[in-house]
C-alpha cells in the first residue's frame, strides 16, 4: 500500500499554510498568487493617470504618489495578515489610511478610482475581527455610495454589491482556514490519544500476562537457590515448575502477539480508500461492517483478501473505478460474510494467479471460507467469503438449514 501523502491532504496542507508565515520564497510566492489577482481593479486609475487628458501634471503626480502609498499598503497589510498579524491598532491604523486614500483619490480625480473600495472592503473582511468586519464592510459601502453620489453614481452603484459581498466573502475564507486548522489539530490529537491509548493497552495486556509468570519465577529461582545445598531434588522440582512456567509465559506472548499483528477489517477499509484516493481511483467501499458471529479468523482472512484485492488494482489493473462490497448470505453450508472487490481495470498481467491469489485461497480455506477470482465484461472481480456464525457440526452438515 502506497505511504505517498494524498492529493487532498497537500491541499489541505496548502491551505492551512495561507494562515501561517511563509517559510521558504515558494510559499511566499505562493501567498502573493492569491492577492495578485485582486489588484485588477486598479486598471481604471491606472488608464486614467495614463492618459494624461484630464489632470493637470500636478494631480498626475499626486495621482500616481498616493496610488503607488494605497497599493503597498494594501498589499503589506494582507501579505501580513496570512502569516502573523499585525498588532489590532496599526492594523485599524492602516484600514483608516487606505479608507482616507480611498476617499480622497476617488473625490478628487473621479470614478475611475471608486474601484479602491474593494480593497478597503476586502482588507476589512481579511483583517478584522469578525465583529468588526460586519459594521466596517457595510461602511465601507457607504462610504462608496456617499463619493460615487458626486463624482459618479452609476459606477458606484455598479461597485455597491461588489464591495459588499467580497468583504463578507473574505470573511468566509478566514473561516475557513480557521475551521481546517482547528479540524487538523483535533485530528491531530485524536490520534495521539488513540495512540496514548494503544501503548497503555499493551502496557496493561503485558504486565498481566508476564507480571505473575515473572513474580512466580523469581520466587521459585530464589526457593531452588535455597534448596540446592541439602535438597537437591527439592530444588531440581522448583526448576522444573520454573521451565513450564516460562514455557507458558513464552506462549502466553506469542499469542498476544499474534492478536496484535492481525489485520482487522475496518482499518483495512479504511487503508483501501486512502490507497484508492492516492492513486486516483474512484472508490466505493461500504460503511462501517457488521462483523457479530464472524469468528476473529474469519475477519482476518477477508482482510488479506482485501489487502491483496486493493494492492492489485493500484498496482497493476490500471482501473479508473473500484466497488467494494461486504454483504451477508445464506448458503447451503450456512450464513457467509461476502467480500467483493470489482474494478474496471485490465486485471492484471493476465498469465494465472500469482502467488498473492494463491496464498489467500489457502488462508480462507483454512477458516472455511472461500475465493473466487474471475474477469468480468469491464474489469476484474476477486470475491472472498467465510463463514458468518457459529461452525456446522460434521454430523449435521447434509441437514437442511
Not at 497589510?77 to 502573523?84: A, D, I, P, S, T
Not at 456617499?146 to 468566509?172: C, K, N, P, Q, R
Not at 492478536?259 to 484516493?277: F, K, S
Not at 467469503?385 to 454430523?395: D, K, L, M
Request: charged share 20%; hydrophobic share 45%; glycine share 10%.
Amino acid at each position: 500500500m502506497t505511504e505517498d501523502p494524498l492529493p487532498e491532504e497537500a491541499r489541505v496542507e496548502r491551505l492551512i499554510r495561507i494562515g501561517q508565515p511563509p517559510r521558504n520564497v515558494t510559499e511566499a510566492m505562493r501567498k502573493m498568487v492569491w492577492i495578485l489577482p485582486w489588484l485588477v481593479f486598479l486598471s481604471s486609475p491606472v488608464s486614467d493617470l495614463v492618459s494624461g487628458h484630464h489632470h493637470t501634471a500636478a494631480a498626475t503626480a499626486a495621482g500616481w504618489l498616493g496610488l503607488t502609498f494605497f497599493v503597498g499598503t494594501y498589499v503589506t497589510l494582507v501579505f501580513r495578515n496570512m502569516g502573523r498579524a499585525f498588532p489590532g491598532p496599526l492594523v485599524a491604523a492602516l484600514i483608516a489610511l487606505l479608507g482616507v486614500l480611498a476617499v480622497t483619490l476617488s473625490y478628487t480625480l473621479g470614478s475611475s478610482w471608486l474601484g479602491l473600495f474593494v480593497y478597503v472592503s476586502v482588507c476589512c473582511g481579511t483583517t478584522f475581527p469578525l465583529r468588526i468586519a460586519y459594521w466596517t464592510i457595510p461602511a465601507t459601502t457607504l462610504a462608496l455610495i456617499v463619493v460615487g453620489l458626486h463624482v459618479g453614481e452609476d459606477e458606484a452603484w455598479g461597485l455597491f454589491l461588489l464591495v459588499l459581498l467580497i468583504g463578507y466573502s473574505m470573511t468566509g475564507v478566514r473561516q475557513l482556514v480557521r475551521t481546517t486548522v482547528e479540524l487538523r489539530k483535533a485530528r491531530a490529537t485524536v490520534a495521539q490519544l488513540a495512540a496514548n491509548e494503544e501503548r497503555l493497552r499493551l502496557a496493561r495486556d503485558l504486565h498481566d500476562l508476564l507480571g505473575h509468570s515473572l513474580s512466580l519465577i523469581t520466587l521459585k529461582s530464589e526457593l531452588a537457590g535455597r534448596m540446592l545445598p541439602d535438597h537437591p531434588d527439592k530444588a531440581a522440582q522448583q526448576v522444573a515448575d520454573i521451565e513450564q512456567v516460562s514455557r507458558q509465559a513464552l506462549v502466553d506472548v506469542r499469542e498476544a502477539v499474534t492478536g496484535y499483528r492481525r489485520p482487522r477489517l475496518p482499518g483495512e477499509l479504511a487503508g483501501a480508500q486512502v490507497a484508492l484516493t492516492a492513486a486516483g481511483v474512484i472508490a466505493d467501499l461500504p460503511a462501517e461492517p457488521d462483523l457479530a458471529d464472524v469468528p476473529e479468523d474469519g475477519e482476518s482472512a477477508l482482510a488479506w483478501a482485501l489487502r491483496e484485492a486493493i494492492t492489485n488494482v493500484v498496482r497493476h489493473s490500471g482501473a479508473q473505478r473500484c466497488v467494494v462490497e461486504l454483504v451477508r448470505r445464506q448458503t447451503l453450508d450456512g450464513p457467509v460474510l461476502e467480500l467483493s472487490v470489482e474494478d474496471n481495470g485490465s486485471g492484471g498481467s493476465g498469465k494465472g494467479p500469482g502467488n498473492g491469489l494463491t496464498g489467500l485461497t489457502e488462508r480462507l480455506e483454512k477458516v472455511g471460507g472461500s475465493l473466487e477470482a474471475t474477469r468480468v465484461k469491464h474489469g476484474f472481480r476477486l470475491v472472498a467469503r467465510v463463514p458468518a456464525g457459529t461452525p456446522v457440526a460434521s454430523a449435521d452438515v447434509g441437514s437442511p438449514a
